[in-house]
């Protein structure tokens, strides 16, 4: 069996964390995504998606070496701070792209990298794994 291309592989991620932003939206009070049509919805949640990619793929990593004895210190809790610090961020940037999608502070971001997170891993779990090279 070959494998799927590279482009599939990210076409299906970046789509994951785009459902996965819109569940956000709809569970989630402070984060809004302020689109008048589902088509523009739709796209917008695929750039979130993908400044989210971005954001996880730069930033995280530097942000996890750094805060390592905080990491060590709190036995892990301080992944569920970094993440919400990403999804404000996230929020941040798309705003600056003039994405309309909006994170009305910390505690919406906390909750929302939270349900993020929760259905992404939800819906890694159907996709079958000859389609998400994970």
Same mark, same amino acid.
């Given at each position: 069996?070959?494998?799927?291309?590279?482009?599939?592989?990210?076409?299906?991620?970046?789509?994951?964390?785009?459902?996965?932003?819109?569940?956000?939206?709809?569970? /989630?009070?402070?984060?809004?995504?302020?689109?008048? *049509?589902?088509?523009?919805? @739709? &796209? !917008? #949640?695929?750039?979130? $998606? %993908? =400044?989210?990619?971005?954001?996880?793929? /730069?930033?995280?990593?530097?942000?996890?070496?750094? *805060?390592?004895?905080?990491? @060590? &210190? !709190? #036995?892990?809790?301080? $992944? %569920? =701070?970094?993440?919400?610090?990403?999804?404000?961020?996230?929020?941040?940037?798309?705003?600056?792209?003039?994405?309309?999608?909006?994170?009305?502070?910390?505690?919406? $971001?906390?909750?929302?990298?939270?349900?993020?997170?929760?259905?992404?891993?939800?819906?890694?779990?159907?996709?079958?794994?000859?389609?998400?090279?994970?």
């Amino acid at each position: 069996m070959t494998p799927p291309s590279p482009v599939l592989t990210f076409t299906i991620r970046t789509l994951v964390v785009a459902a996965s932003l819109w569940v956000a939206t709809v569970l /989630v009070g402070g984060i809004r995504l302020d689109s008048a *049509g589902t088509s523009t919805s @739709i &796209l !917008t #949640l695929i750039g979130v $998606a %993908l =400044v989210f990619g971005l954001v996880n793929a /730069v930033v995280k990593p530097i942000v996890a070496t750094l *805060g390592c004895p905080l990491y @060590i &210190l !709190t #036995l892990g809790l301080f $992944a %569920l =701070v970094v993440n919400a610090l990403m999804f404000l961020l996230t929020g941040w940037l798309s705003s600056v792209l003039n994405l309309p999608f909006t994170v009305d502070g910390f505690w919406a $971001a906390f909750w929302g990298a939270i349900v993020v997170g929760i259905v992404s891993f939800f819906l890694h779990l159907v996709i079958p794994d000859r389609l998400d090279n994970r």
